[in-house]
């Protein structure tokens, strides 16, 4: 196993690959892992440090490790922690830079104009991959604005050809376009509900577009499109509430 992309350094790494799988004397780890005697030490002192390891009062010395799993696991946990820090570091940088440049950011897109909409939400349905979960508020009126509208439709069909899957919640009493009607209930599913939340979509679990749309459609709000799993995953549990209690 390469516990060097768990965070481990290249001697970390042999080491424990050989103490992960049997409990072993000093000496032996030096020659079995190919660690000079005299680094050995030293290794063995940093994974003790780091709790991944443990030494035994006898002489000779042994090291072993109780539970190769929970270490595993721990090791896991701790990159992909790391990893999200990271990760939140370079976005929050990306959106610093972009504004510093004025120029449009793709991880954090915002939009204050139709224009922007348009943009934006098409957005979803060109880098949709495998799914898409719409959630329509009443405020949702699909007769206004049929420029964009028709536009957003054939993408979405666009979409579906390339093997995306929809899932709808509308308004009870919304009449869907006729371009969707004709869409195969199996790559496209309509269920209905009257919900007041924001305008959302979630897209393959990993990206979020949010509306704020009124009652006037005249009158727009604004649109974020956030590149950020964790936003999506609980947007996500949310409409899969809605789409249970949708009829």
């Not at 139709?114 to 007769?143: G, K, M, T």
């Not at 069909?157 to 969707?180: H, Q, T, W």
Request: a positive charge.
């Amino acid at each position: 196993m390469d516990f060097k992309n768990l965070g481990l350094n290249y001697y970390e790494d042999k080491a424990l690959n050989v103490i992960i799988r049997e409990r072993i004397s000093i000496k032996k780890l030096s020659k079995t892992s190919n660690i000079p005697p005299g680094k050995v030490y030293s290794v063995i002192k940093s994974l003790q440090n780091k709790e991944l390891i443990s030494v035994s009062d006898t002489r000779p010395k042994y090291v072993y490790v109780d539970n190769s799993s929970k270490i595993i696991e721990r090791l896991i946990k701790e990159k992909q922690s790391k990893d999200e820090r990271k990760y939140k570091e370079l976005l929050q940088e990306s959106a610093l830079i972009s504004r510093s440049k004025i120029e449009h950011n793709t991880l954090i897109d915002i939009g204050y104009t139709q224009e922007d909409n348009v943009r934006i939400q098409s957005r979803v349905f060109e880098e949709a991959e495998h799914e898409v979960c719409q959630l329509f508020n009443n405020n949702h009126r699909p007769s206004t604005n049929r420029k964009s509208k028709t536009l957003w439709e054939e993408q979405i069909i666009d979409a579906i050809k390339r093997g995306v899957v929809f899932r709808c919640v509308y308004p009870e009493n919304m009449e869907l376009p006729s371009s969707l009607k004709k869409l195969s209930n199996r790559l496209f599913s309509v269920r209905r509900k009257n919900i007041q939340h924001y305008r959302i979509d979630i897209v393959d679990n990993k990206n979020v577009l949010i509306k704020f749309t009124y009652e006037d459609p005249l009158i727009f709000g604004g649109v974020i499109y956030i590149k950020d799993t964790k936003l999506a995953v609980n947007l996500r549990r949310i409409f899969d509430d809605i789409w249970s209690k949708a009829r």
